[in-house]
């Protein structure tokens, strides 16, 4: 067992004892003190659990008021977290590990009132794409956007540590530089650090796609000149992260959000260290539209249907530069396909998924059920789904998905016979 897994494993269990504690005593003032979070409002059809953690993150990060570089992670709760129905509610005792870098960790308790509020959802206008440089050897800030009133923006982040000793964090942080208070729709998922190359990016798309299907998000009431991070990620050498985030600026005039990373052994990098791109092979900048909608049918007998990720039509132009985001990374595709079988006979189709760009997976939302590849190489594709077909019917699928960071795009699903 790795060193980090036995400490996770250690603060899990402190938590999960300090639970225990609270509820074997007759009196709060006896046990474990336990901190009242203001209420916090989810969304979705669920809330997601990946929500519903990022939304007690967040909000404890706001209420006790943390360094921008503490790791706080939800560890356990009582009762356990499940998917928060459309206009249900749920009050959790919550235990969170907080760890400043290069000290042990922390239990804290934290108990919040969760209500799902029912809130127009809208889809985002802007891509802000964080990928370049993509391998960072020193602390820097990487981007920074906004967001203006009644904005939406999605936000994709793609980094690895380029050192070979030290630890590395990546912060993602929405500011409000205003006197007044704004409100904020936010849903991100991040994958964990790894040095795979694919396996950071494949985990955030699954957690994103499973948000984004069901609109689950939670609001944030961020106060004026604040500064609050969503994701601090703790990156060993060599390690990558990659995330997604979604954000509606839903009343006020503006948010930032900045992307930064440091080393161990370096202090905060300065509003000045943001520098051009040194990295001319991955991508920085912000994409406008970024969904895509294709409608198609497949009929037994006939051709297959075919669907390409990421091919060059599709690329998105960065707004200043018109530079095209290769590989179309962070982009939501819709297919909705007709399936038809015209015949007195039962018949089968197949989804398959080809690499074309080199190693890759995907994940898609088919339906309500969340599918995800194994890792395909080129020439060697993989079925993903498979459909059966009564005679005479017709049916309609939808097929939501997006590339994913740390794959090689563009690839083709091709819907056809076996």
């Known amino acids: ?30 046990g474990p ?25 967040t909000s404890a990060r706001l209420a006790l008021g943390f360094q921008p570089s503490v790791l706080v992670r939800v560890a356990q709760t009582q009762p356990a977290l499940v998917p928060l129905d459309a206009s249900a509610a749920e009050t959790v005792l919550a235990g969170l590990t907080v760890q400043t870098p290069g000290m042990p960790p922390a239990t804290r308790l934290v108990r919040v009132a969760l209500t799902n509020a029912i809130i127009p959802w809208n889809d985002a206008e802007i891509l802000l794409v964080s990928n370049s440089p993509e391998t960072i050897p020193f602390g820097k800030i990487l981007y920074t956007g906004a967001l203006s009133s009644a904005q939406t923006v999605r936000l994709l982040f793609h980094h690895q540590n380029g050192s070979k000793a030290q630890h590395m964090f990546i912060t993602v942080t929405l500011s409000n530089p205003s006197r007044d208070p704004v409100s904020l729709w936010v849903q991100g998922a991040v994958g964990a650090p790894s040095q795979e190359e694919v396996t950071p990016g494949h985990d955030a798309a699954r957690m994103f796609l499973d948000e984004y299907a069901h609109h689950a998000g939670f609001l944030v009431r961020l106060p004026g000149n604040t500064t ?23 009343d006020g005039d503006r948010v930032n959000v900045q992307v930064a990373a440091r080393l161990a052994s370096e202090g905060e990098p300065s509003t000045m260290s943001f520098a051009p791109d040194f990295d001319t092979v991955h991508q920085r900048g912000a994409f406008v539209r970024p969904q895509i909608g294709r409608t198609m049918t497949y009929s037994v007998g006939g051709p297959p249907a075919i669907m390409v990720l990421a091919a060059d039509d599709d690329l998105l132009h960065e707004g200043q530069t018109g530079a095209l985001l290769q590989g179309n990374y962070g982009v939501v595709y819709r297919f909705n396909v007709d399936l038809v079988n015209p015949t007195s006979s039962p018949a089968t189709a197949q989804l398959v998924l080809h690499a074309d760009g080199g190693q890759a997976r995907g994940t898609f939302v088919i339906g309500d059920q969340i599918v995800e590849s194994q890792l395909v190489q080129p020439n060697a594709p993989q079925v993903v789904a498979t459909f059966p077909l009564r005679p005479q019917t017709r049916r309609t699928i939808r097929i ?3 590339p994913e960071s740390g794959s090689n795009y563009p690839v083709r699903l091709i819907l056809g016979e076996p």
């Open 1 to 30: 067992m790795r060193p980090n897994t036995v400490l996770r494993c250690g603060a899990v269990l402190a938590v999960a004892a300090a639970l225990t504690a609270v509820r074997s005593l007759p009196g709060a003032a006896e």
């Open 33 to 57: 003190v336990v901190q009242v979070l203001a209420p916090v409002s989810v969304t979705g059809g669920p809330a997601t659990l990946d929500t519903l953690r990022l939304a007690i993150t």
């Open 228 to 250: 609050v991070p969503l994701f601090v990620e703790d990156l060993p050498p060599l390690g990558i992260t990659s995330g997604i985030a979604q954000f509606s600026l839903l």
């Open 400 to 402: 939501l998905t997006l």
